[in-house]
């Protein structure tokens, strides 16, 4: 037991790789993690094998999947009778090595509003889940159980319209009591195809690491459209110090997490200006605007979008724009020249913008200021 307990270790201190495509630039010395937390297969309720899992996230460029089965509900239990509840996590974990991948290994707890569902990630037992006669612990035990194990815990679609009709994400008592017992770490704003500003809340008020999930239960691209960036599958960012599990799950367990779902980007303030600092630069190509050979103040401004989601701001400063008006966008990976009429000949230029696609709260989104030398 000692022995397998220290091997268990190591591998959480191994990097895992990364896939071919960079989503958004990370600063020096920090990694952004792509991944996708909440994943079905035939061994709970979805319609695909592990394997297909990990060849989809691996076509998708994404660092690190949780298979997180059911673990009261077994759709396909009379053609696959499967008392070992790490399987699925076994088949995955066994078929991605050497392969840039992390297989997390998860589950999802399963019970009736209130509490809801709640997947537990980094657990190393499904099976203890279940009591003597094989039924699942009910809710307390279980989620102490996923704290026994070290998991981290977050609760799944808050919002649900099966469990919350007016799709309102609220706490109910029994939450709270998880939050101020520190059993539960982190909440879904963004599950599948639907994003709960309330949730988001909920995460910012008591501290819960902000996450974005796919859910998926079918083949990904019926649900998720690769083709169009647009429409990619939710992803949640991890803001981790180094590539290995370890750092990953500590990076969670912090709150260090962004969301990319649709063309938005969602987490803590914080944490969005780190992306948008990284992702978007402004930088001056001097008072050279020359149409008509005449113009002396009119300041030739390129500004960058370096990440997969475009860039929507408005520019809330004193001057406005040759070419262009106060709201702008930039195409994923793209670069926009615009022509800002400073009146006099700057040497600098602060311009203050609304990253009007990031978003740090209900109604709320980012502010930033871009710093421009001019030479
Ligand atoms: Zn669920
Ligand atoms: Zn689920």
């Known amino acids: 037991m000692k022995k397998l307990k220290y091997i268990l270790l190591l591998f959480t201190l191994i990097n895992y790789g990364q896939g071919v495509k960079t989503f958004f630039e990370s600063p020096e010395g920090k990694f952004f993690i792509s991944a996708d937390l909440h994943i079905h ?17 691996l076509r998708d460029s994404i660092d690190m999947i949780s298979l997180t089965e059911h673990l009261e509900y077994q759709s396909h239990l009379r053609d696959i009778p499967h008392p070992d509840r790490n399987r699925s996590y076994q088949i995955a974990g066994g078929y991605v090595k050497n392969q840039p991948l992390a297989v997390v290994h998860g589950t999802e707890i399963t019970k009736p509003m209130p509490p809801g569902h709640f997947n537990a990630i980094f657990i ?30 977050f609760w799944n679609h808050p919002h649900w319209e099966a469990n919350r009709k007016d799709g309102i994400a609220k706490l109910d008592p029994i939450h709270k009591e998880i939050i101020n017992k520190k059993l539960l770490h982190g909440i879904e704003v963004v ?12 995460a910012l008020e ?3 690491t902000i996450l974005g999930t796919s859910d998926v239960h079918v083949l990904i691209d019926w649900d998720f459209n690769n083709e169009r960036e647009s429409y990619h599958r939710p992803l949640t960012f991890i803001i981790s110090e180094n590539r290995t599990m370890k750092s990953t799950s500590d990076a969670l367990f912090k ?3 962004f969301v ?29 605007y020359d149409f008509f050979n005449s113009a002396e103040s009119i300041l030739k401004v390129k500004l960058k979008n370096h990440s997969v989601a475009p ?39 602060v311009m203050p913008f609304e990253v009007l696609n990031y978003v740090i709260g209900s109604k709320k989104n980012l502010k930033i200021n871009k710093n421009i030398s001019i030479q």
């Open 206 to 208: 008591n501290d819960l």
């Open 260 to 288: 990319w779902y649709h063309d938005l980007i969602i987490g803590k303030e914080e944490n969005l200006k780190i992306v948008a600092e990284n992702n978007f630069t402004a930088t001056s190509e001097g008072y050279d």
């Open 124 to 153: 190393n037992d499904a099976n203890k889940f279940f009591d003597k006669e094989k039924k699942a612990l009910e809710f307390n035990k279980a989620i102490k159980e996923a704290n026994k194990q070290g998991a981290f815990v």
């Open 311 to 349: 860039l929507k701001l408005k520019y809330t400063g004193e001057y406005t724009f040759h070419t262009e008006f106060n709201y702008i966008e930039i195409a994923p990976r793209s670069e926009l020249e615009i022509y800002v009429k400073t009146i006099d000949k700057l040497e600098k230029l």
């Open 191 to 202: 599950n599948m195809f639907t994003f709960s500003e309330e949730a988001l809340d909920i």
């Open 255 to 257: 709150g260090d997490t």
């Open 41 to 57: 297969t035939v061994f709970s309720d979805g319609s695909v094998w592990p394997t297909i899992r990990v060849d989809e996230a």
